[in-house]
């Protein structure tokens, strides 16, 4: 079982492994990270299965979510 950040090699790979394991017990979970990423749900799945990338601001917001540090 892969347990950190540092044990992925795409940041798309962690978020999709993060809300899998969150969406379990949390049916809102996709929706709440649209939310503190800033952008429509569609838009989230669209970076998640496809090209789109977050711009540094999501990816900044992304790790507020997660509550990352700077390390």
């Given at each position: 079982m892969?347990?950190?950040i540092y044990e992925f090699s795409?940041?798309?790979t962690y978020l999709l492994h993060r809300i899998k394991l969150a969406s379990r017990d949390d049916r809102g979970y996709r929706?709440?990270?649209a939310e503190a990423v800033?952008?429509?749900p569609s838009y989230l799945s669209q970076v998640l299965n496809g090209?789109?990338?977050f711009t540094?601001?999501?990816a900044h917001r992304a790790n507020q979510f997660f509550?990352?540090?700077r390390e």
């Open positions: 892969i347990n950190t795409s940041y798309k929706s709440r990270l800033q952008c429509q090209k789109p990338d540094l601001e999501q509550l990352h540090d």
